[in-house]
RNA sequence: CGCGGGGUGGAGCAGUCUGGUAGCUCGUCGGGCUCAUAACCCGGAGGUCAAAGGUUCGAAUCCUUUCCCCGCACCCA
């Protein structure tokens, strides 16, 4: 029975699809499960969707749909991606499935049981207008801090107890090494703990959608708490025959959720429970888009196959290779400890350089000379002694990188053995050998293929489709098994070589370079963000919600023409602006967030359109009596909406 | 003083824990080869390792301080 080996990514929040950056996760577990199958481990890799939390409810709302209904079609088109990037988990977890809900209820309840859970009264002065609680030290003069009425509230709810839980979080990080990767993250939690944990309150007023904590109908799982559980959902626990499936070898994750959940929360609750905890956790920094976080919000967006579809159409490669480029960006770029950025450009540099000029080019140049100079079949006899260092040495390098978790580090030991063998080529001369009648000719024509045929098996993980398409032009079964790679064997002697046919056709790169000054420049002048920039982020991928309304909806929303009057920048906010805007007769304060774009003196005298109906709110302690129209632009800044000539100031807007 | 990450040739990064000739990929310039997808190979130029001070025989690396960039949080009505 062969050793198991069990990896996961974390549920996907199903309000928006995958790109790049999100995809990263699942690639990333895609390429440890491939890795440990050719191992011979018996892999276990599992996905999901996390479809519960209040946003799903709004958002199904928002689209006329049923949450179930839209909640469906979501989840499916999350795994439409994953088979599109030829991602294999082997289940699907979707958190509104009966047995995860099941795992959840029984799961609070052990917790409860044990004594981890308790009802306590959530108490305090709560704020109405700012939605949130103070303590009575908190106060001032009777009122919130930023001067608001506040009163005094109840309200219960249940708490899990990880105040008793910060101890033995650090017993085992401490004992376990290898728990939380990379080094930096582990200081990161350590430091988070030695801060002191609090309880932490685990349901919430039921919305109507959510899983009802068991034995109280009025009450919904915290979403962290039901999503973690999915882990061991699928896992089949409680019922037996679940330690097949947990504790995960590897569970794979961004950064941003390691800290508070996967590595605090989540061993807390294991432990509470009584449940074995997974052997590491990786939180893997971002991928950042021109610098900048990928984000919806921000409209810089890239899906994964919208980048495959244009490569191939723009480099004639088959799309399944395209496919693979998009996987090998992601995997060679894979920001391990820091942020790294992903460019058009960069893309278009890495697909030819590494795939088509290294990769590529060696594969067509190697098989030609097999045609030329040896028949075109698989000479006998040993591989020469500098090519089998090299190839053990790949092998060795890309073994350890993968039990690092290091897929950019095994992508790099694969290239330094293209690398090698371009260069070994260049040293053999084997064309000069064939001028020559040199003996040892094929002796290095089976060191090329015997190369190749490693490269194969070592880029397996990464590049299925590549890997695949190796192989047959080698004229040979593909390489299943680590343990094949390098071995003689694994290249029969007399096999047929097929036509060498250029895998990765070279692009056409028009690219201008662009210097630091003029970066800088296009960078200042924040509308005017570089085409080629934006070109990719319009997905056609994104999960945009639709939804129709009538005209008498939008009657409720009174629009005005105003003037600004004066504008000042508030204190300790990065965004916001204290605005006086006339409207009419009538002169209001408003808070606007958008000093990213607009500097005070910009706006003194301007023209604005202002919704004037809106319920005042407090933003940094300023009473802001409406709201200015603007558009977004690439960064997400704000672009104002002024009157095509001068309006009448307190003209309705319609 | 909210938390955190980072500043290394034109670009992207490694090296920093465990001080000892500054390394890789891309770009650039020159040369070579002709098997190959104008691909490949070799060589050159280009760095006061953000700045200052300190420890040391010796600092990119350790200590102190400063400056700058970026995330998160706050906040975008």
């Known amino acids: 029975m062969a050793a198991r080996y069990c990896i996961t990514t974390p549920i996907y929040y199903v309000n928006a699809l995958p790109h790049i950056g999100t995809a990263l996760t699942t690639l990333a577990a895609d390429v ?28 199904a709302l928002a689209a006329g749909k049923p949450p179930q209904e839209f909640v469906d079609s979501i989840a499916g088109r999350f795994s439409d991606i994953w088979h599109g990037m030829d991602i294999q988990y082997d289940d699907f977890i979707r958190t509104t499935e009966p ?34 609680f103070y303590r009575e030290a908190d106060l001032v003069d009777g009122k919130s801090p930023d001067g608001n009425e506040v009163r005094w509230v109840q309200e219960e709810n249940y708490f899990f107890r990880m105040s008793g839980f910060a101890e033995p979080l650090l017993r085992h990080i401490q004992a376990h090494p290898k728990f939380i990767i990379p080094e930096s993250r582990k200081n990161e939690v350590v430091a988070f703990i030695n801060q002191g944990l609090r309880d932490i309150c685990v349901s919430r007023h039921n919305p109507g959608w959510g899983i009802p904590v068991p034995g109280d109908e009025t009450q919904v799982v915290y979403v962290w708490f039901d999503a973690l559980i999915n882990y061991v959902a699928a896992a089949g626990w409680p019922a037996a025959g679940w330690q097949d499936r947990w504790p995960a070898d590897v569970q794979w994750m961004g950064k941003d959720i390691l800290t508070r959940f996967h590595a605090t929360l989540w061993p807390a609750m294991l432990m509470g429970a009584g ?96 045609h030329k100079f040896t028949g075109g079949k698989i000479p006998g006899g040993a591989v020469e002694p500098d090519a089998a260092t090299a190839i053990s040495a790949a092998i060795a390098a890309a073994e350890k990188a993968m039990t690092e978790f290091r897929i950019d580090h095994a992508a790099e030991a694969a290239w330094s053995l293209v690398r090698f063998l371009n260069k070994y080529i260049d040293t053999r001369a084997p064309w000069a ?48 098994l680590w343990s094949q790679i390098g071995k003689e064997g694994s290249l029969t002697e007399g096999t047929k070589l097929s036509e060498p046919r250029p895998i990765f056709p070279r692009l056409e790169l028009h690219k201008p370079v662009v210097s630091k000054a003029e970066r800088k420049e296009t960078k200042s002048e924040k509308s005017m963000a570089t085409p080629e920039t934006l070109k990719p982020a319009q997905s056609t991928h994104s999960a945009e919600i639709h939804s129709e309304i009538g005209i008498d909806d939008f009657a409720k929303v009174q629009l005005k023409v105003g003037r600004v009057l004066e504008a000042e920048a508030i204190e300790g906010s990065d965004k916001l602006l204290r605005l006086q805007v006339m409207i009419g007769p009538e002169k209001r304060q408003i808070v606007a967030g958008i000093r990213n774009n607009y500097q005070p003196i910009d ?52």
């Open 275 to 370: 449940l074995p905890l997974p052997t590491s956790l990786v939180g893997h920094a971002w991928m950042l888009m021109g610098g900048e976080k990928i984000s919806k919000s921000k409209g810089n967006v890239v899906a994964p196959l919208d980048l495959a579809a244009e490569l191939a159409e723009r480099s004639g490669c088959d799309p399944k290779i395209a496919v693979d480029a998009v996987r090998y960006y992601m995997a060679a770029t894979l920001p391990f400890d820091t942020d790294s950025t992903f460019t058009p450009d960069d893309f278009d540099r890495r697909y030819n350089s590494d795939l088509a000029n290294d990769l590529g080019n060696a594969l067509n140049r190697s098989l030609a000379m097999s």
């Open 99 to 132: 047995r995860h809900v099941h795992a959840v209820q029984e799961f609070f309840k052990l917790l409860q049981e044990k004594g981890h859970i308790y009802k306590g009264l959530y108490e305090g002065w709560y704020d109405v207008s700012s939605e949130t």
């Open 433 to 480: 050998l064939a001028k020559n009648q040199d003996p040892s000719l094929p002796a290095v024509i089976r060191s090329m293929l015997a190369c190749l045929r490693a490269t194969e098996g070592l880029v397996h993980p990464i590049l299925p489709n590549t890997s695949a398409a190796i192989a047959t032009q080698l004229g040979l079964e593909p390489i299943s």
């Open 603 to 654: 706006l003194i005298g301007r023209q604005v359109i202002v919704l004037t109906n809106l319920k005042a709110v407090k933003l940094r302690g300023v009473e802001s009596q409406g709201m200015l129209l603007a558009a977004t632009d690439a960064e997400g800044g704000a672009i104002l909406l002024q009157p095509d000539q001068e309006a009448p100031e307190g003209t309705q807007v319609r």
């Open 32 to 59: 440890t499960a491939r890795y440990q199958s050719m191992q011979g481990r018996e892999v276990f890799f599992l996905t999901g969707t996390d479809e519960n939390g209040t946003k799903v409810k709004e958002a």
